[in-house]
């Protein structure tokens, strides 16, 4: 009989373990792609705010350039 435990309690065991390890690795892959996610989104909004300046920029320049520029410099 007690043999038969410890095999149970070892056969729980090693599922237990592994078990855990899926778990563990689903979730850092799940991780990952979310980092990757986010950090796809964080280039775009970035790209957007460099295109917004260079466009305030431009329009600057051009009211430098007419005259019709409305700041004191």
């Known amino acids: 009989m007690k043999k038969l435990f ?9 599922v237990s373990v592994f078990s855990c ?10 991780n ?3 980092a990757i996610d986010d950090a796809g989104d964080a280039m775009e909004d970035a790209a957007e705010d460099v295109e917004d300046a260079a466009n305030e920029v431009g329009e600057e320049i051009e009211e ?3 005259g019709t520029d409305d700041m004191d410099n």
Do not use: W
């Open 6 to 14: 410890i095999a149970i309690t070892a056969l729980l065991l090693s």
């Open 21 to 30: 390890r899926e778990t563990t690795e689903e979730r850092t892959e799940e």
């Open 32 to 34: 990952i792609e979310a």
């Open 64 to 66: 430098e350039v007419e």
